[in-house]
């Protein structure tokens, strides 16, 4: 009994662990430790440190185009709707007119 009601939280966990990224090497020089790292180590670590932060620098690039993108469909809908809303209001002025008797507002 015990062994069915622990797989689903087994196969969540362990699904968890493959999907987590890994965990980077790379470290603050002044925080290594003087003399810890060679010089190697370090130009490596620094590189390390520069190709996170590119890949970093493309994702929010990708992420905000598609945010941009967004923001303009949001503003092209709310022009639409304002002018959509400034039609209708002249023509429920031109019917509330026309049942008025201002004929000349039957005819549009």
Not at 13 to 26: E, N
């Amino acid at each position: 009994m015990f062994k069915f009601a622990f797989a689903p939280a087994t196969a969540a966990l362990a699904m968890a662990l493959v999907s987590t990224p890994t965990q980077s090497l790379a470290c603050n020089p002044d925080d290594c430790g003087k003399g810890s790292l060679s010089a190697e180590e370090l130009a490596r670590d620094k590189a390390e440190i520069r190709r996170l932060n590119r890949e970093q620098a493309r994702y929010v690039k990708r992420r905000d185009a598609e945010y941009a993108k967004g923001w303009a469909a949001t503003r092209n809908h709310e022009a639409e709707m304002d002018r959509y809303e400034r039609e209708m209001a002249a023509w429920r002025e031109a019917v509330r007119r026309c049942q008025a008797g201002d004929y000349r507002y039957c005819a549009r």
